[in-house]
């Protein structure tokens, strides 16, 4: 077990579900924690029930935020959870009913909280999924799920107190922030003003903790700084990670070794996954045969309806080795899906103003096809 990859890859590391992983990671930390310290710019927090790689990104993405949540509304209900958490101690039970009591009177919206409203429980309960997931609460008694049905649903819960170590915490008054820049800002107001080192921490994040660091024009000082550090930055990561750096004119990459990938890494073992490698390999392709041109920044720009096309043309090439899910799915479900996940994963961006696909150069790194039998070998099935 690689400790620094697990605390990297894990959001935290709870003794009570995995105590055997718990002190393995206690006991490494002394052999890693310069490089997380000079390089990473990061903080390890360790208790008698916890550890915590304190992780910050380099520069904020637009995938980035909790994978379970779709609704801003989520994200105000989980706060007013932590803040009905502080005041409780360490396996203190409390109902469903005091949390909602609490959410309601405390909210700070426009927006008046009824729990009549399925959507409002619906977030309540996508919410309590999470931290139970997470594990800052338990369920003792009761199941949320009938919450979605009956708004007079009782859950016993209770805290593990993990929740107090959720939130990073801020050196300024976050309630004079107004801009992502401020936040991003807060970070460095009680560090010296060691520009060299507020930028080896920023491109060390971004390399780590993003599936790709581009370049943005010739004067990109993060970009200059991989380039003019790239072996130093590659020793590193081999030392400490085991992974290699792949830097190109316009994208740096992480290449991870096939026998050992994060959780959240691209390809992983999801159907949707195997398709994005075979849309990458057909933009590969047309590419090559001078169909689709990229720019100096090795970028591609295509009308939504032109990489509609794409997705179509990639279903009917290789559909037949799908699930049934996908390859019954409408197109522009499909595209909306393909879409997403690869906005997520770097690969591209999109422009809704122009009604435009920005197809980045993360898409010419991996791609996917069949073996030459597949066809051969799928008849035989039939």
Request: charged share 35%; glycine share 4%.
């Amino acid at each position: 077990m690689n400790e620094l990859r697990e605390l990297l890859d894990e959001y935290w590391i709870l003794k009570d579900r995995d105590k055997e992983k718990y002190y393995k990671i206690r006991d490494s930390i002394s052999k890693f924690r310069s490089f997380i310290s000079d390089k990473l710019g990061y903080q390890v927090i360790l208790t008698s029930d916890l550890i915590k790689l304190e992780k910050l990104p380099g520069k904020a993405e637009t995938w980035m935020g909790i994978y379970a949540f779709d609704d801003k509304l989520e994200y105000a209900f989980l706060c007013l959870l932590l803040m009905f958490l502080e005041d409780k101690e360490k396996e203190e039970q409390f109902l469903l009913s005091q949390l909602t009591e609490f959410i309601q009177g405390t909210f700070p919206g426009d927006e008046k909280i009824e729990w009549t409203l399925y959507s409002h429980r619906r977030h309540l309960i996508k919410v309590l999924k999470f931290a139970i997931d997470i594990g800052f609460i338990k369920v003792n008694d009761g199941e949320e799920e009938r919450f979605y049905t009956d708004q007079s649903t009782e859950v016993l819960y209770e805290n593990t107190g993990a929740s107090k170590y959720f939130m990073r915490n801020f050196s300024g008054n976050i309630l004079k922030y107004s801009t992502l820049e401020d936040l991003e800002r807060d970070e460095w107001l009680d560090m010296d003003t060691d520009r060299g080192r507020i930028r080896r921490n920023r491109v060390y994040r971004r390399i780590i903790m993003s599936p790709a660091v581009y370049r943005h024009g010739e004067d990109d000082q993060d970009y200059l700084y991989i380039k003019n550090y790239r072996n130093m930055i590659q020793a590193d990561l081999e030392k400490y990670l085991k992974v290699d750096l792949h830097v190109h004119r316009n994208g740096t990459f992480l290449v991870l070794d096939e026998e050992k990938r994060y959780k959240n890494s691209f390809p992983e073992n999801r159907a949707i996954s195997d398709i994005v490698l075979q849309v990458n390999k057909i933009i590969v392709n047309k590419v090559r045969n001078k169909e689709l041109s990229r720019n100096a920044e090795d970028i591609i720009i295509v009308h939504k309806t032109v990489f509609d096309n794409i997705i179509e043309e990639v279903k009917e090439k290789y559909s037949i080795g799908w699930s049934k899910e996908y390859r019954e799915m409408k197109l522009e479900k499909l595209s909306k899906e393909v879409i997403n996940y690869m906005k997520n994963f770097s690969m591209l961006r999109v422009d809704e103003d122009n009604n435009e696909i920005i197809i980045l150069p993360l898409v010419g790194k991996i791609v996917g096809d069949y073996p030459k039998d597949f066809n051969n070998k799928e008849k035989e099935n039939d």
